[in-house]
């Protein structure tokens, strides 16, 4: 399947980018809000600058702290050789290879690995982590030369919400790692087995073949009965991929579709009512959503945002904190001119009882006056 690059990933590499840079340099990544930039190559290798928000940089600043807090408790110095390390895991198999974010090590005793991830779509977990565990094996090679007894693996992820923090940690033992470097082996075998079994699940979230995975298909097909069989009768539906269906076919799944979204959207809001008002589902949960920004006042925000750029406060109404923002550097101001009048609310959402965060408790009315 084509590989094209996404927004998130181009925003991601910046971000890594910019880590790099300020970890080096010793800069803070504050320094570049208002204008600066890092530099990118795009899928045809054109330099691309990609500016640097200040959403980027709180999240950067959170990684640069905890390891130069690290470097300093280890009494080292963070240099080239520890940033941006690439590996080849030929001694497993050829076409295994990676780079490490961080790596930094106290010979015959423990390897620190970190992990900046800046997507905030899924808080990953640490503990037994197969990509970290895989990076692990890059950084430690066949035969393990500075006779590391431990690793920590580190994921440092600031912009999604986990139970455990924005910084997750995991100590593994080095024999450990090597035993699982039979089973990777294994994995990367069956990879090459053109009748591979096809096991879907939350992975397939990151998998190209997505759109065309009869798998995935086969699963929204029995889910979709067990729940629409009232709307839908006994006919049983079935799921094609993109490029089987036909021009002709593609107004009336968009219709459907269309439907299919509004009647989801109900349910899914009628669930969290119910939820919140004390209904029990079992297998369902409300959790912390995630964090957003409103004006605490807004005829005080607009009156504030028309005092310092006028008319550019408005779109067809008063502009979001993130517009306002934008259009602030405009004029040559930074986000400090209204953060006063901004307040950071966290809602809630309805989760699987899989989800990691924990179970908010939730009070119904009579309870909470009582
Ligand atoms: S979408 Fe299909 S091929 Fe991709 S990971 Fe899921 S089951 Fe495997």
Redesign the pocket.
Known sequence: MPNPSSKYALEGTAAHQLAEECILNKRSPYTYINGGTVTLEDDDGNQIEYEVTSDMAEAVMVYLKEVTALANYLGQDITGENVEVGFHLDWIDEELWGTNDLMLGVPFDTLYIYDYKHGQGVAVDVENNVQLMYYALGALGPDNPNCYTDVVLCIVQPRATHPDGPIRKWRVSVDALYDFHVKLLEGVKATRDKNAP???GP??RW?L??SV?P??GKEAASVAGLTAKQVFGDKPLTFPGPNEILPEQRVKLYQFIEQFEQWAKAIKSDTHDKLLSGHDFPGLKVVAGRASRKYRDEAEAEKKLVGLIGEDAYTSSLKSVAQAEKELKKHGLGPEAISDLIETTRGNTVALESDKRPALTIKTASEAFA
Do not use: F
């Open positions: 096809l096991c879907s992975h397939c998998c073949a997505l995975c798998e995935v």
